[in-house]
């Protein structure tokens, strides 16, 4: 579950980490007040707004219509109200969030960090996820933070370093200082970077996260360091343990269809193919998929119903994959195991008969437990949809229906 920047800061500091202090604010007077705030704790007029999206790139990003960036520096008053109603209920493209852009309903109103002092300010990238192929948690880390770190990934890999964790001891006090030493940094710079990242590590552990991105780590002039972006994506499947974070979730940010289907307790993901699938279990729908594929189709989603589908989730899934204009076709691909073919069987055939005026072709795929019975049921129900017992007899249907298009 991605969250905003200014709630990942938040989670940060509460485990110790240095952060860019921020007030977050959704009307360009909440966003003057803010500033005002900020300049009575800091004593510097200069304010940084950011638009607070669930995407990366805010600061190379653009408003649709206007030269506003998604990251700018105001140096007064009127600068932060400026801004703010340029920002603010307006859509904002980068690069991440392709060419439909994202609209901003918020933004962070931050203190200025690169002030003047005694040495250089100096950024750094560093995040935090889980090496699958290695089975440990990895650092990985470099001195070329900031807006190009993608540039830096691709052109001079090199650059990226990578500490891993051994889960049986954790992270240990030489790693910080490894980690601190590659980065060039000596004094009180370095010590600082050992509490942040130590700080940094526990607080990816404890919240259970699928990852950690701060980018940039800054140095300060005065030798602090700090995160002054942060991008945590937290594990799902762990928010039980975390019930406070699932009201973090702006269901705004994401896909409608995507947030209908939670709902039902139904896997969801959106493509932009042209053949809808239902099915029970991940693996098969990850099947589902290649036959459809093989099949000369393209996948228009990807939906697991799960071990308890019904009719109530059969149905629900039904509206969601009508929902998209591009299906032209659905494959309903169902093992019947905990659940029975012929009381999914019966799910479809309740569900087509409710919902009516279904235009678009339905295969009907069902195996396992009681599939002769389901057949049977689809067959005599005297709807448009067609069955099948095996995978290929499925393939060969989708590819009946969608050469007949």
């Not at 309903?105 to 040495?119: C, I, R, T």
């Not at 409608?256 to 809808?276: H, I, S």
């Not at 448009?384 to 995978?391: D, E, N």
Request: with cysteine; proline share 3%; hydrophobic share 40%.
């Amino acid at each position: 579950m991605n969250i905003h920047e200014f709630q990942a800061k938040q989670i940060l500091k509460s485990y110790g980490v240095a952060i860019q202090e921020g007030i977050v604010a959704d009307t360009p007077e909440g966003a003057v007040q803010a500033a005002k705030d900020i300049q009575a704790q800091t004593g510097s007029s200069w304010v940084v707004l950011k638009a607070q999206i669930h995407a990366g790139g805010r600061g190379k990003g653009k408003i649709v219509g206007s030269e506003q960036r998604g990251v700018a520096i105001a140096k007064n008053l009127d600068d932060v109200s400026n801004i703010a109603k340029n920002l603010l209920g307006n859509t904002l493209v980068t690069i991440q969030t392709g060419p439909k852009g994202k609209k901003v309903n918020s933004v962070l109103v931050a203190e200025d960090v690169f002030y003047p002092g005694e040495s250089e300010p100096k950024e750094y990238y560093m995040s935090v996820l889980l090496d699958r192929a290695k089975g440990q948690n990895v650092i990985i880390y470099t001195t070329e933070g900031g807006m190009d770190i993608e540039e830096v990934a691709e052109h001079t890999p090199e650059k990226l370093q990578r500490e891993w964790i051994d889960p049986k001891i954790g992270f240990q006090g030489f790693q910080a200082r490894k980690i601190a030493f590659n980065l060039g940094l000596t004094g009180k710079a370095e010590k600082e970077m050992e509490k942040f990242v130590t700080a940094l590590y526990r607080a990816y552990e404890e919240t259970d996260s699928a990852m950690f991105e701060i980018n940039p780590v800054l140095k300060t002039s005065d030798d602090k360091i700090i995160a002054v972006d942060a991008k945590v994506d937290l594990d799902e499947n762990a928010l039980y343990r975390h019930k406070d974070y699932e009201a973090l979730r702006d269901v705004e940010e994401e896909d409608p269809t995507e947030v209908e289907a939670k709902k039902f307790n139904l896997n969801y993901v959106k493509l932009d193919g042209n053949v809808g699938c239902m099915v029970n279990g991940a693996g098969l729908a990850m099947a589902t998929m290649d036959i459809i594929k093989l099949s000369g189709g393209e996948p228009a989603n990807f939906l697991d119903v799960g071990g308890t589908a019904n009719a109530e989730t059969v149905e629900a899934g039904f509206k969601i994959i009508l929902s998209d204009p591009n299906v032209k076709a659905i494959l309903i691909n169902i093992f019947g195991g905990i659940v029975r073919c012929d009381r999914v069987a019966q799910g479809v055939v309740d569900a087509y008969n409710k919902m009516g005026n279904i235009h678009v072709p339905i295969i009907v795929r069902l195996q396992g437990t009681n599939a002769v019975e389901a057949k049977k049921l689809i067959d005599e129900s005297g709807l448009q949809v067609k069955s099948a017992i095996l995978l290929k007899e499925a393939a060969a249907l989708v590819k009946e229906v969608l050469d007949t298009k």
